[in-house]
T-cell receptor, first 113, second 106 residues
Framework: DGGITQSPKYLFRKEGQNVTLSCEQN?????MYWYRQDPGQGLRLIYY???????QKGDIAEGYSVSREKKESFPLTVTSAQKNPTAFYLC????????????FGEGSWLTVV | RKEVEQDPGPFNVPEGATVAFNCTYS??????FFWYRQDCRKEPKLLMS???SGNEDGRFTAQLNRASQYISLLIRDSKLSDSATYLC???????FGAGTRLTVKP
């Protein structure tokens, strides 16, 4: 089946540790995105990439890093510099062939303990 | 000013009611508009695209007003299952509105 796979679905991290969230898509989409959602809040854009080996900061990039070495993959690293990392993280992708509709993975829940 | 702004909500309506949400955007060059539905603790899912001529899907109608830079979503004959958060997105900016929470009550 075509879609976006995020892993892990649930992750616990100790303060001071970096953690990487995986995002893989087989939709042949050029663009990929990472959003953060806090309880009762909307989606905030962390990073996005419109092409391999290129990415741009969104509205809340501080404390996060990404890479886009392959078209299918866009991992997000939550670094120890991120002060309040506990949140729901959503990866998404879009492509011209699908009318630029944004499709989401099922999300990753990160909790700092 | 935020790129995308939505009615703050929440909207609490009885079954069978008609409810409308608006979403304004700031980038006049924006080209693609969508409404998404998000259930609690789930990912957003596409509800419908928004076309310049307006479009309808069953009980749902979406419209675009480029002159005033807003999109709207109308839900007729609300069902209990319509209870969710509705998000608008302007894909040129890749920004979502904060979402409007709808609760349909018996």
């Amino acid at each position: 089946d075509g879609g976006i796979t995020q892993s892990p679905k649930y992750l616990f991290r100790k303060e001071g540790q970096n953690v990487t969230l995986s995002c893989e898509q087989n939709l042949n989409h050029d663009a990929m995105y990472w959003y953060r959602q806090d309880p009762g809040q909307g989606l905030r854009l962390i990073y996005y990439s419109q092409i391999v080996n290129d990415f741009q900061k969104g509205d809340i990039a501080e404390g996060y890093s990404v890479s886009r070495e392959k078209k299918e993959s866009f991992p997000l690293t939550v670094t120890s510099a991120q002060k309040n990392p506990t949140a729901f993280y959503l990866c998404a992708s879009s492509g011209a062939a699908s009318g630029n509709t944004i499709y989401f993975g099922e999300g990753s829940w990160l909790t700092v303990v | 000013r935020k790129e995308v702004e939505q009615d703050p909500g929440p909207f609490n309506v009885p079954e069978g009611a008609t409810v409308a949400f608006n979403c304004t955007y700031s980038n006049s060059a924006s080209q693609s508009f969508f409404w998404y539905r998000q259930d609690c603790r789930k990912e957003p899912k596409l509800l419908m695209s928004v076309y310049s001529s307006g479009n309808e899907d069953g009980r749902f109608t979406a419209q675009l007003n480029r002159a005033s830079q807003y999109i709207s979503l109308l839900i007729r004959d609300s069902k209990l299952s319509d209870s969710a958060t509705y998000l608008c997105v302007v894909t040129r900016d890749m920004r979502f509105g904060a979402g409007t929470r709808l609760t349909v009550k018996p």
